[in-house]
């Protein structure tokens, strides 16, 4: 599936704009045209529209009061004026305006059609610039430590005593119960806060990577090692690592863990020396990890070693004093993300804090942003909370465990079997195109459907190749 920009060119001559229209769509560029402002305004309406050609002087009005309507109601199309009239003084009110910039008729459609290309070339960059933003806020959604509770203070406390420290951090706990969103702020309050933090999941590797992603590699490794790359211990010196899911690291690589915390050194494969390396080590698992040593899968040197600190996240079941705050806070976030004034009523915050959120509080900023998205502005009231959406959330819950379940036998796979990366980008593709077929088309639609900005969806449709 790919994705090729949408130009309208808007002219009362229909012969110059089927002419700029066929040059545009050789190029592979999706063409309109309209003769008129009303079926210009009616055509980006009912178009994904990313870049007009428009012409100074039509038949309903001029193009710079079109110009000035599009840019209010439509201001990430780009427009480019196109005029016999051209003069100083209209090339200044056009720029002022919005436009991206300005020809005088007659021009060659070579012409044309290079200005629309850095058109659109200017509009991919403001997509990505916008993707990064919504990225970053995303991220900073989970790292500050929200809570009321008794427990969650003194696991506070605890790492307040010790974040200033070197010392080995394992923390247990169900999934989504903030593990990730911890060690982070363990390292930004730490005496590495300027140096990196590195994350890596462990049970999203298979095992004949993760040897090659944790330690790096030299060139000519193996087949298809064309140069040395640095792993993720290398990229983290001075600073922290973050092993998520630790329980399923393979017993091979937990040995080679054990030298790298006991002698501070590792080996790149296809390496003969060992390399001098500095990192506090953070680690985390929701497996019961004393039973993992029972069964012989998982060391006990390295356990002793990993746990000079061992910290046990309750789930959110337990702390639901937490709840209440963590809803203001999302809330305050999201509101500043997309623009808008939106609250929940007491009762509202009283139903969420009631239930037991198996997800956690993954599954409850989940629910939070799903709720914000429908509702512009205004308060969201308990009648919002329909009990389908908890069934909903409860069975998605029960799928993924199923899932997991299901998948035990398959996380072992070679490489050549398993691409995480290139499963989630099939599965992202094939989200994004069962969306576009069901609304016709219509990014707009498509984006509210799939729970994204307009902006997100068209940097993701561009990326799919």
């Not at 009110?93 to 070579?110: C, Q, T, V």
């Not at 070197?166 to 911890?182: M, P, Y």
């Not at 919002?384 to 299901?406: C, K, N, T, V």
Request: proline residues 2%.
């Amino acid at each position: 599936m790919t994705y090729s920009f949408g130009i309208l060119t808007v002219d009362d001559e229909e012969n110059l704009c089927r002419i700029i229209s066929h040059k545009l769509k050789k190029s592979g560029f999706r063409t309109f045209h309209a003769l008129t402002g009303e079926a210009a305004l009616h055509t980006i309406a009912e178009k994904d529209i990313d870049v007009i050609i428009l012409d100074y002087m039509l038949p309903d009005l001029t193009g710079l009061e079109l110009l000035q309507k599009i840019k209010i109601d439509f201001p990430h199309i780009e427009v480019i004026m196109l005029t016999a009239y051209g003069n100083v003084e209209n090339a200044v009110k056009a720029m002022r305006l919005g436009a991206f910039d300005y020809l005088n008729k007659p021009s060659e459609l070579e012409l044309i059609k290079d200005v629309v290309v850095k058109a659109c070339e200017s509009k991919r960059l403001q997509l990505e610039n916008q993707m990064l933003k919504e990225e970053l806020a995303s991220t900073s959604d989970h790292e500050e430590l929200v809570f009321q509770s008794t427990k969650m203070k003194e696991i506070r406390e605890l790492f307040h005593k010790v974040k200033e420290t070197d010392a080995s951090i394992l923390i247990l706990g169900e999934s989504g119960v903030g593990k990730t969103a911890l060690s982070k702020w363990v390292h930004k309050h730490s005496n590495r806060r300027d140096n990196p933090f590195v994350s890596i999941n462990c049970a999203a590797i298979p095992d004949s990577l993760l040897e090659s992603e944790l330690f790096g590699y030299q060139k000519g490794a193996f087949t298809g090692a064309t140069e040395t790359r640095a792993g993720k211990f290398e990229a983290a010196d001075s600073g922290t690592i973050f092993l998520d899911e630790i329980g399923e690291m393979p017993l091979a690589m937990q040995a080679k863990l054990l030298h790298i915390i006991e002698e501070k050194t590792f080996m790149k494969l296809g390496s003969n020396s060992y390399r001098s390396v500095d990192v506090r080590i953070i680690t985390a698992t929701n497996k019961d990890i004393k039973m993992l040593m029972k069964e012989g899968k998982f060391r006990q040197d390295l356990y002793y070693r990993l746990n000079l600190v061992e910290i046990e996240i309750p789930p959110l079941r337990e702390r639901k004093e937490d709840i209440p705050q963590m809803i203001a806070n999302y809330i305050h976030k999201l509101n500043n993300k997309y623009n808008k004034q939106v609250i929940l009523s007491d009762e509202t915050v009283a139903k969420l804090t009631s239930h037991d959120w198996p997800g956690n509080i993954r599954e409850l900023l989940n629910m939070l942003e799903r709720l914000h998205i429908v509702h512009s502005k205004g308060v969201i009231h308990i009648q919002d909370l329909s009990d389908e959406i908890f069934r909903s959330q409860q069975q998605e819950q029960q799928q993924e465990q199923e899932h997991e379940q299901e998948s035990k036998g398959t996380s072992k796979k070679s490489a050549g079997q398993l691409n995480l990366q290139k499963v989630l980008e099939e599965v992202e593709e094939d989200l994004i195109t069962r969306a576009l077929e069901e609304v016709g088309g219509n990014q707009t639609r498509a984006a509210n459907l799939l729970g994204i900005s307009r902006h997100t969806l068209i940097y993701k449709i561009k990326k799919i190749k």
